[in-house]
């Protein structure tokens, strides 16, 4: 009796917990939502109220139907906001958040998302990726061949180097590009911050990096931004058995002399859709400054009409680098093209951003697949 009792009992309380558990992740995410309007809010004039009484009644409709509930309108008020266009697919980022845990559930995507072992899992194939000249996990260090080395051997080799990009290998270390630099090594010393190789690793040394042959884009990209590697955000998932890419990639391109593409409410750079053809958008959005631009602030290249060489060719190599990994169903993947014309996939990350799709491609996230991923989170729905 004693041990029915104790096991109900310990049943019980791991049901409360689960429900706990469920509670707090959607006040999480919530919170997370509310942040973002009140992070996007301060540098757009938000105003109080965009949307019809017919608009708001199509939200609820659609959301009540797909979901099982309503949401707050405050986030396609956001979207109407910037891009002067209603669509009821719009996709609230809590939200999105859900589905991207629904997709990605029980999946060992926090290893594959590890810039070191990114290699492991994609060196049988034939797409390109950055060379990488050496790395370090563990605290231990390794060459190009994966040949471990003393970390002796890896500063002599590291002494005379030249031009490289140096990061971390965790997401953790190096989102929003932080820690990411370009060095050029002689003699020990990287004449871009005139310090020494030794001293550079020991800031890297508490959490696993790699170094990583410097990539010099295609000229159609280089022409616009040479100083930063500028990358294509493409999105995949796997949707009834097959990869899916979402139709609403960007570029990022660095400017005011930084060396990296990341755009977003605390550093400065631009973001631009892309035509099926592989022109740009007409004007790219500056998040930090709230700014739009139709010509590029630095180099004064005009984005209307300019091509991107093999585009197309970006989309293709997205879709096939996922069917190599397919223990994840939702990809972030960044890829540029190189001076031979080719795509190279700079990594893969989980996918963070809804706003800067939606306003660009003034739709919501997944167009066609949203009521088939919102229903995916409702049980009523599938009853």
């Known amino acids: 009796m004693k041990e029915m009792f104790l096991h109900l009992y310990a049943n019980y309380y791991r049901h409360i917990g689960i429900k706990l558990y469920a509670m707090l992740k959607e006040m999480y995410g919530y919170k997370y939502y509310l942040s973002v309007y009140k992070d996007i809010s301060k540098i757009k004039n938000v105003k109080t109220d965009l949307l019809t009484k017919e608009q708001k009644v199509e939200i609820d409709t659609f959301y009540k139907k797909h979901y099982g509930k309503k ?3 405050m986030w396609h ?25 629904k997709l990605n559930s029980n999946k060992p995507h926090t290893v594959i998302y590890d810039k070191n072992l990114f290699y492991r899992f994609t060196e049988h194939t034939n797409i390109k990726k950055p060379k990488r000249l050496f790395y370090s996990i563990n605290s ?17 080799k590291m002494s005379n180097i030249g031009e490289a990009f140096i990061k971390p290998a965790n997401l953790r270390n190096s989102g929003y590009a932080k820690n990411c630099r370009i060095i050029n090594i002689i003699n020990g010393i990287d004449t871009y911050s005139n310090t020494s190789i030794k001293d550079i690793i020991e800031k890297y040394y508490t959490y696993d990096f790699l170094v990583q042959e410097k990539i ?8 616009i931004y040479s100083k930063s590697v500028n990358t294509f955000s493409v999105y995949t ?15 990022k391109i660095g400017m005011s002399g930084n060396i990296t593409d990341y755009s977003g409410i605390a550093s ?11 022109t740009l958008f007409d004007s790219a959005l500056c998040v930090k400054q709230d700014k739009w631009y139709t010509s590029h602030p630095d180099t004064g290249v005009v984005f209307k009409n300019h091509k991107i060489f093999n585009f197309q060719k970006v989309l293709e190599t997205a879709k096939r680098f996922h069917s190599r990994i397919p223990w994840l169903n939702f990809c972030r993947w960044d890829i540029t093209i190189d001076v031979t014309g080719e795509p190279v996939c700079i990594e893969v990350e ?8 939606q306003i660009f491609y003034k739709k919501g996230l997944f167009g066609e697949y949203t009521e088939e991923l919102l229903s995916c989170l409702n049980k009523k729905a599938k009853q």
């Open 350 to 357: 989980e996918p963070t951003e809804v706003f800067q799709q």
């Open 216 to 223: 010099v884009c295609h000229k159609s990209i280089s022409d």
């Open 77 to 101: 008020n956001l979207m109407v906001c910037y891009s002067n266009k209603f669509d009821v697919r719009y996709i609230p980022p809590d939200i999105f958040m859900k589905i991207r845990d």
């Open 140 to 156: 231990l260090f390794f060459d190009s061949s994966d040949n471990m080395i003393s970390r002796e051997t890896f500063y002599n």
């Open 237 to 251: 998932f796997v949707w009834n058995n097959e990869v899916k890419v979402l139709k609403n990639p960007l570029l």
């Open 268 to 278: 400065e750079g631009l973001i631009i859709g892309i035509n099926n053809d592989g």
């Open 71 to 73: 949401v707050p309108y």
